[in-house]
Each structure stands twice: as C-alpha cells, then as structure tokens.
C-alpha cells in the first residue's frame, strides 16, 4: 500500500469482500454467521477486522443500525454521510461539503473538537416514496 500500512489481513479482506458484496448494512454477527464456513468462529476476530476496516476508511459504522458498511468513497477525508430507507434498507453514502464545513464552523464557535462526524438521513428513498412504501415496511427493490 501506498500509504505506508500493514496490508489487510485475509479476515480483514473477506469481511471487506462480504461487505462489498452485500450492498447493505451488515451486523458483526452476520458478517459472523457468512464466515463460519471459513472457520472464523470467533466476534472479536470479527469485531478486530470491522475496526481496521473503519480506521482505514475503507468501511463504516451506521450507529443506528449497528450495523456496517463498505465504503463508497475510499479513504475520503470528509465527514460520513448516509441516507438510509426504513422501507426497503437501502442506504447511500453521500458527502456535502457545505454541511461538513457548517458542522465545523459550529464546532469552532462552542469549543467543541469533533473526533468524527457520522450523518445519518432516516425516511424512504425515492423508489420507496414514488410506490408508496410505507415506514418500517421491508421491501425488496
């Protein structure tokens, strides 16, 4: 890697490969459950791997969800941004620079020093909205 770190493990890579594959927020113990096949029996190993993978920017936590996802945008700089559809579960990663630089201007103003900012967008998407899909409704797209 360019960057200078470790490359990634192969635990890392699988969870990273799953994550890509799924195209929606997975949990720690689904990303469990897809690699006991491969003898990863173990969360922490799970866990060790999820928080590589968000320190490197290469995946993130959606807090509400307590769940994870790849990342869009690799080794972007600014803050997360998600949309997330509590009708069918799709989430999109975004970035807004307006909002990121309005979020660091209040930071600056009150003294507080943000260590990360995670926006998180709930509702429908626009597929759902246009058929009328309701809240909390899972549908498949």
């Given at each position: 890697m360019s960057s200078g770190r470790r490359p990634l493990?192969?635990?890392?890579?699988?969870?990273?490969?799953?994550l890509v594959a799924a195209g929606?927020?997975?949990s720690a113990?689904?990303?469990l459950h897809l690699l006991r096949h491969e003898g990863v029996n173990a969360p922490p190993t799970v866990y060790r791997?999820?928080?590589r993978l968000v320190r490197d920017g290469l995946a993130h936590?959606?807090?509400s969800l307590n769940a994870f996802v790849a990342c869009s945008r690799?080794?972007?700089?600014?803050?997360?941004?998600?949309a997330i559809c509590d009708a069918c579960g799709v989430v999109a990663e975004f970035g807004d620079g307006e909002l990121q630089s309005r979020l660091e201007a209040l930071s600056?103003?009150?003294?507080?020093?943000a260590e990360r900012t995670t926006v998180e967008l709930r509702g429908r998407c626009a597929?759902?909205?246009a058929h009328g899909h309701g809240h909390g409704h899972v549908h498949a797209h």
């Open positions: 493990s192969q635990t890392q890579e699988r969870v990273l490969a799953l929606k927020p997975l113990y689904d990303l791997a999820l928080d936590r959606i807090e690799p080794h972007h700089q600014d803050m997360a941004s998600f600056e103003r009150t003294g507080f020093q597929a759902c909205a």
